[in-house]
């Protein structure tokens, strides 16, 4: 047990973590680290992925944290890609140079959200006794989580439909909680009705395609169209307002009317959390067609619609904004998953 009070100062928790590349990864990391900042005085050491989005974002939010970058990346696919031998060379050698940066700074535990990044991390961290803790965000758990969930002392998944594709000997570890939802106070004033069209961290060349097609239709209604960075031209239509890249989506999420996005687990979890209307386009490259499987939840919850690429009819979209417009939203929010993974983490290793 961890011994949190020494001269009835509180002792200092340290937490290292890994997650990243996108946004997807990120946040929902940063929502349960800050959950343990609100009841802890904590230390964090943020394993980044050099020239990703953590590097830029982190400064921002939490320059108090600590942050190590490693030059690591992804495999390629298929995953018998000869270019694969030298990547998990380098996968395996930076568990090395982790290996030394966690003795150094002796976390209390490990917390990892997925991708490449996560699985040296998890590695090394197992390796030297510090206890792990991963979690999936999609329905199809990426192959990183499924190795470390061998190992992780607790396993937390956002939908139950993820399950099955976990190895049935490490069921026992698995926790249902949702994605975390990285929140802070905060709206912005819009002029309604308003529609928010997003395509993920790094944009989308379709939707920024036709978001600029639907808003010359429906010039009663303001679009915000978050590009990624992306080139969409001169064309831009009067009621449409531009963002390269949004970095406080929950402000966003509250004031919307309606929004059309991609598939990714984080956006369909803060869409639920936040309770959007929405329009869901699954980005159909995203692996073992995840996305789509993502974008039923809004179906089933009765948020929204999804719609696949090939099947975009510019008629049937406008009738279904307007649709969604008219029916109106309910401006609340669920608890926080954040909240109840820090719980059993704090169970888990003993915090009082």
């Not at 690591?72 to 890609?81: A, D, E, S, T």
């Not at 996968?91 to 002796?106: P, Q, Y």
Request: aromatic content about 8%; overall charge positive.
């Amino acid at each position: 047990m961890l011994d949190l009070m020494k001269n009835n100062t509180p002792r200092k928790i340290r937490i290292a973590a890994a997650g990243g590349v996108t946004g997807g990864h990120l946040y929902p990391n940063l929502a349960v680290l800050e959950e343990f900042q609100r009841r802890f005085e904590v230390e964090v050491l943020y394993f980044c992925v050099t020239g990703k989005l953590e590097e830029k974002i982190l400064p921002k939010v939490h320059p108090e944290y600590k942050r190590y970058s490693l030059q690591v990346k992804g495999l390629k696919r298929p995953i018998f890609h000869p270019e694969n031998v030298i990547r998990i060379k380098n996968l395996i050698g930076n568990s090395r140079i982790i290996e030394r940066e966690l003795r150094t700074f002796k976390p209390d535990l490990v917390y990892v959200s997925g991708g490449y990044v996560s699985y040296p991390v998890a590695r090394a961290s197992n390796k030297i006794g510090i206890p792990v803790f991963v979690q999936e965000q999609n329905t199809i758990p990426g192959k990183a989580n499924i190795t470390i969930s061998k190992f992780a002392k607790k396993v937390f998944v956002t939908f139950e439909e993820c399950l099955k594709y976990f190895p049935k000997e490490v069921h026992h570890k698995i926790q249902i909680t949702g994605n975390p939802i990285w929140s802070k106070e905060g709206r912005i004033e819009l002029k309604h009705p308003v529609v928010l069209i997003i395509g993920g961290s790094g944009g989308s060349e379709f939707l920024n395609k036709i978001a600029l097609e639907i808003a010359k239709e429906m010039s009663d209604v303001n679009f915000i169209l978050s590009t990624g960075g992306k080139n969409i031209g001169t064309d831009i239509p009067p009621n449409v307002e531009l963002r390269d890249y949004i970095d406080n989506m929950y402000a966003y999420w509250r004031s919307v009317d309606v929004a059309i996005t991609r598939g990714g687990a984080t956006t369909i979890s803060e869409l639920i959390h936040f309770n959007v209307p929405s329009v869901i386009v699954p980005w159909e490259g995203a692996t073992e067609g995840h996305q789509v499987i993502n974008a039923k939840m809004i179906e089933n919850e009765g948020l929204g619609m999804m719609m696949r690429e090939q099947d975009y009819s510019k008629k049937w979209l406008i009738e279904t904004l307007y649709k969604l417009i008219k029916n109106g939203r309910k401006f609340e929010e669920r608890e926080n998953p954040a909240k109840r993974i820090t719980d059993v983490i704090i169970e888990e290793i003993g915090i009082e």
